[in-house]
Protein backbone atom coordinates (compact mmCIF):
# COMPACT_ATOMS: atom_id res chain seq x y z
CA UNK A 1 0.00 0.00 0.00
CA UNK A 2 1.45 3.59 -1.08
CA UNK A 3 0.54 6.84 0.56
CA UNK A 4 -1.41 9.54 -1.65
CA UNK A 5 -0.30 11.82 0.52
CA UNK A 6 0.36 15.19 -1.75
CA UNK A 7 0.33 13.02 -4.62
CA UNK A 8 -1.31 15.28 -7.78
CA UNK A 9 -4.38 14.05 -9.78
CA UNK A 10 -6.41 15.36 -12.30
CA UNK A 11 -10.03 14.57 -11.84
CA UNK A 12 -11.88 15.10 -15.25
CA UNK A 13 -16.04 16.26 -15.15
CA UNK A 14 -14.87 17.61 -11.66
CA UNK A 15 -18.10 19.19 -11.52
CA UNK A 16 -20.42 15.99 -11.50
CA UNK A 17 -21.83 14.10 -8.89
CA UNK A 18 -19.53 11.10 -8.98
CA UNK A 19 -16.53 12.92 -9.15
CA UNK A 20 -17.52 14.75 -5.81
CA UNK A 21 -17.83 11.71 -4.10
CA UNK A 22 -14.47 11.08 -5.74
CA UNK A 23 -12.85 14.29 -4.84
CA UNK A 24 -13.92 13.88 -1.58
CA UNK A 25 -12.40 10.75 -0.62
CA UNK A 26 -8.85 11.30 -2.50
CA UNK A 27 -9.20 14.77 -0.41
CA UNK A 28 -8.93 12.82 3.03
CA UNK A 29 -6.42 10.68 1.72
CA UNK A 30 -4.02 13.57 1.21
CA UNK A 31 -3.94 13.75 -2.51
CA UNK A 32 -4.36 17.08 -4.21
CA UNK A 33 -6.51 17.08 -7.32
CA UNK A 34 -7.05 19.01 -10.20
CA UNK A 35 -10.65 19.52 -10.91
CA UNK A 36 -11.29 20.07 -14.69
CA UNK A 37 -14.79 21.39 -16.21
CA UNK A 38 -15.95 22.56 -19.83
CA UNK A 39 -17.56 25.32 -17.57
CA UNK A 40 -15.61 28.37 -15.87
CA UNK A 41 -16.53 28.39 -12.14
CA UNK A 42 -17.79 25.09 -12.29
CA UNK A 43 -15.25 23.36 -9.61
CA UNK A 44 -13.73 26.39 -7.78
CA UNK A 45 -15.95 25.94 -4.64
CA UNK A 46 -14.85 22.17 -4.78
CA UNK A 47 -11.39 23.12 -5.29
CA UNK A 48 -11.02 25.45 -2.50
CA UNK A 49 -12.60 23.21 0.06
CA UNK A 50 -10.16 20.37 -1.02
CA UNK A 51 -7.08 22.20 -1.17
CA UNK A 52 -6.92 21.38 -4.92
CA UNK A 53 -6.87 24.06 -8.53
CA UNK A 54 -9.58 24.26 -10.90
CA UNK A 55 -9.58 24.36 -14.46
CA UNK A 56 -11.22 24.72 -17.76
CA UNK A 57 -10.78 22.52 -20.60
CA UNK A 58 -13.09 21.04 -23.66
CA UNK A 59 -11.89 17.80 -23.50
CA UNK A 60 -13.61 16.75 -26.84
CA UNK A 61 -10.91 18.88 -28.43
CA UNK A 62 -6.91 17.56 -27.92
CA UNK A 63 -5.13 19.99 -27.87
CA UNK A 64 -6.87 21.18 -24.71
CA UNK A 65 -6.05 18.28 -23.14
CA UNK A 66 -2.68 18.60 -23.62
CA UNK A 67 -2.48 22.39 -22.37
CA UNK A 68 -4.47 20.81 -19.67
CA UNK A 69 -1.81 18.44 -18.54
CA UNK A 70 1.13 21.09 -19.32
CA UNK A 71 -1.08 23.26 -16.75
CA UNK A 72 -1.22 20.74 -14.10
CA UNK A 73 2.09 20.31 -13.87
CA UNK A 74 3.09 23.64 -13.94
CA UNK A 75 0.95 25.09 -11.10
CA UNK A 76 0.94 22.00 -8.95
CA UNK A 77 3.65 20.99 -9.31
CA UNK A 78 3.71 17.28 -10.40
CA UNK A 79 1.76 15.07 -11.62
CA UNK A 80 1.15 10.94 -10.30
CA UNK A 81 -2.42 10.17 -12.15
CA UNK A 82 -5.87 10.62 -13.84
CA UNK A 83 -9.04 9.67 -13.02
CA UNK A 84 -11.85 10.30 -15.94
CA UNK A 85 -15.15 10.65 -15.39
CA UNK A 86 -16.61 12.40 -18.15
CA UNK A 87 -19.43 10.96 -19.80
CA UNK A 88 -22.79 10.99 -21.18
CA UNK A 89 -25.80 8.67 -20.63
CA UNK A 90 -29.07 8.10 -23.37
CA UNK A 91 -31.29 5.42 -23.19
CA UNK A 92 -33.07 4.27 -26.57
CA UNK A 93 -33.63 1.46 -28.73
CA UNK A 94 -31.64 1.00 -31.71
CA UNK A 95 -34.27 1.80 -33.78
CA UNK A 96 -35.22 4.80 -32.23
CA UNK A 97 -32.03 5.89 -32.25
CA UNK A 98 -30.93 9.38 -33.96
CA UNK A 99 -27.11 8.84 -35.91
CA UNK A 100 -26.02 12.03 -34.03
CA UNK A 101 -26.78 9.90 -30.48
CA UNK A 102 -23.74 7.80 -31.70
CA UNK A 103 -21.61 10.90 -32.04
CA UNK A 104 -22.55 11.77 -28.46
CA UNK A 105 -21.98 8.90 -26.47
CA UNK A 106 -18.43 8.05 -28.18
CA UNK A 107 -17.26 11.68 -28.02
CA UNK A 108 -18.42 11.89 -24.47
CA UNK A 109 -17.57 8.56 -23.06
CA UNK A 110 -14.33 7.42 -25.06
CA UNK A 111 -12.77 10.34 -27.42
CA UNK A 112 -12.64 12.10 -23.91
CA UNK A 113 -10.80 9.50 -22.59
CA UNK A 114 -8.65 8.47 -24.99
CA UNK A 115 -7.17 12.20 -25.69
CA UNK A 116 -6.84 12.95 -21.74
CA UNK A 117 -4.80 9.16 -21.39
CA UNK A 118 -2.95 10.40 -24.61
CA UNK A 119 -2.03 13.64 -23.08
CA UNK A 120 -1.20 12.37 -19.64
CA UNK A 121 0.91 8.96 -20.46
CA UNK A 122 4.00 10.76 -21.52
CA UNK A 123 4.12 12.57 -17.80
CA UNK A 124 3.57 9.19 -16.12
CA UNK A 125 6.14 7.12 -18.38
CA UNK A 126 8.68 9.39 -17.59
CA UNK A 127 8.58 8.49 -13.87
CA UNK A 128 7.38 4.83 -14.67
CA UNK A 129 4.45 5.47 -11.64
CA UNK A 130 0.85 6.79 -11.48
CA UNK A 131 -2.55 5.76 -11.79
CA UNK A 132 -4.97 6.15 -14.57
CA UNK A 133 -8.87 5.13 -13.78
CA UNK A 134 -11.93 5.44 -15.84
CA UNK A 135 -15.62 4.89 -15.26
CA UNK A 136 -17.23 1.91 -17.60
CA UNK A 137 -20.93 1.05 -16.45
CA UNK A 138 -22.69 -2.70 -15.69
CA UNK A 139 -23.74 -2.89 -19.45
CA UNK A 140 -20.05 -3.04 -20.61
CA UNK A 141 -19.38 -5.87 -17.87
CA UNK A 142 -22.14 -7.77 -19.07
CA UNK A 143 -21.55 -7.07 -22.59
CA UNK A 144 -25.40 -6.25 -23.78
CA UNK A 145 -27.52 -2.62 -22.68
CA UNK A 146 -31.51 -3.82 -24.24
CA UNK A 147 -32.69 -0.31 -25.18
CA UNK A 148 -29.46 1.82 -24.30
CA UNK A 149 -26.99 -0.12 -27.09
CA UNK A 150 -24.87 3.00 -27.97
CA UNK A 151 -24.20 3.92 -24.56
CA UNK A 152 -23.71 0.36 -24.00
CA UNK A 153 -21.31 -0.06 -26.39
CA UNK A 154 -19.73 3.44 -25.79
CA UNK A 155 -18.58 2.22 -22.43
CA UNK A 156 -17.70 -1.27 -23.71
CA UNK A 157 -14.93 0.67 -25.54
CA UNK A 158 -13.99 2.69 -22.58
CA UNK A 159 -13.53 -0.87 -20.37
CA UNK A 160 -11.19 -2.48 -23.65
CA UNK A 161 -9.44 0.33 -24.18
CA UNK A 162 -8.46 0.66 -20.58
CA UNK A 163 -7.36 -2.81 -20.53
CA UNK A 164 -5.75 -2.45 -23.27
CA UNK A 165 -3.74 0.65 -21.92
CA UNK A 166 -2.81 -1.99 -18.75
CA UNK A 167 -1.44 -4.68 -21.13
CA UNK A 168 0.69 -1.94 -23.24
CA UNK A 169 2.02 -0.13 -19.70
CA UNK A 170 3.70 -3.35 -18.74
CA UNK A 171 7.29 -2.87 -17.09
CA UNK A 172 6.17 0.25 -15.39
CA UNK A 173 4.35 0.58 -11.99
CA UNK A 174 1.52 2.74 -13.87
CA UNK A 175 -1.66 1.10 -12.12
CA UNK A 176 -4.88 1.57 -14.35
CA UNK A 177 -8.41 0.67 -13.05
CA UNK A 178 -11.79 0.39 -14.74
CA UNK A 179 -14.60 1.02 -12.44
CA UNK A 180 -17.88 -0.78 -13.17
CA UNK A 181 -20.93 0.92 -11.25
CA UNK A 182 -23.33 -2.42 -11.56
CA UNK A 183 -26.77 -0.42 -11.23
CA UNK A 184 -28.03 2.99 -11.12
CA UNK A 185 -25.72 5.75 -8.55
CA UNK A 186 -27.37 7.93 -6.37
CA UNK A 187 -26.86 11.31 -7.81
CA UNK A 188 -28.81 14.40 -8.10
CA UNK A 189 -29.84 13.82 -11.67
CA UNK A 190 -30.97 10.34 -11.23
CA UNK A 191 -33.00 11.24 -8.44
CA UNK A 192 -34.61 13.44 -10.22
CA UNK A 193 -35.54 11.75 -13.28
CA UNK A 194 -36.68 8.99 -11.00
CA UNK A 195 -38.24 10.00 -8.64
CA UNK A 196 -40.54 7.27 -7.91
CA UNK A 197 -37.55 4.78 -7.49
CA UNK A 198 -36.19 3.97 -4.07
CA UNK A 199 -32.54 6.03 -3.85
CA UNK A 200 -31.17 3.34 -0.82
CA UNK A 201 -31.36 0.49 -3.60
CA UNK A 202 -28.51 2.27 -5.52
CA UNK A 203 -25.14 2.80 -5.30
CA UNK A 204 -23.73 5.01 -3.03
CA UNK A 205 -21.16 7.62 -4.39
CA UNK A 206 -18.97 7.49 -1.62
CA UNK A 207 -18.33 3.92 -1.71
CA UNK A 208 -17.13 4.37 -5.70
CA UNK A 209 -14.90 7.11 -4.18
CA UNK A 210 -13.39 4.49 -1.48
CA UNK A 211 -13.06 1.94 -4.12
CA UNK A 212 -11.29 4.59 -5.60
CA UNK A 213 -8.89 5.40 -3.29
CA UNK A 214 -8.22 1.78 -2.11
CA UNK A 215 -6.91 1.16 -5.96
CA UNK A 216 -4.97 3.87 -6.46
CA UNK A 217 -2.87 2.87 -3.54
CA UNK A 218 -2.12 -0.75 -4.21
CA UNK A 219 1.08 -1.39 -5.15
CA UNK A 220 2.51 -2.97 -8.33
CA UNK A 221 2.00 -6.32 -6.69
CA UNK A 222 -1.62 -6.25 -5.47
CA UNK A 223 -3.37 -3.71 -8.34
CA UNK A 224 -6.56 -3.76 -9.18
CA UNK A 225 -7.69 -3.67 -12.78
CA UNK A 226 -11.22 -4.30 -12.74
CA UNK A 227 -13.70 -2.93 -10.18
CA UNK A 228 -16.90 -3.86 -10.17
CA UNK A 229 -19.32 -2.04 -7.53
CA UNK A 230 -23.04 -3.41 -6.64
CA UNK A 231 -25.84 -2.35 -5.41
CA UNK A 232 -27.97 -3.52 -2.56
CA UNK A 233 -29.47 -6.91 -2.81
Known amino acids: MSSLQEKVYILTGGA ?3 AGAIGKSFAKAGARLALVDAHPGA ?3 RAREWGGMSFVANLTHYPDAEALVRQVRER ?3 LDGLIHTVGGFAAAPIQNSDPTLYDQMFDLNMRTLFYMTRAVIPELLSQKDG ?3 GIAAGAAWKGAGAGM ?3 AAAKAAVATYLRS ?5 GGTEIRVTVVYPMGTVDTPANRKS ?10 NP ?4 EALVYAASRSPQGRVLELPIFPPR
Open 16 to 18: GAI
Open 43 to 45: TSE
Open 76 to 78: MGR
Open 131 to 133: FIA
Open 149 to 151: ALY
Open 165 to 169: LDAEL
Open 194 to 203: MPEADPMSWI
Open 206 to 209: DEIG
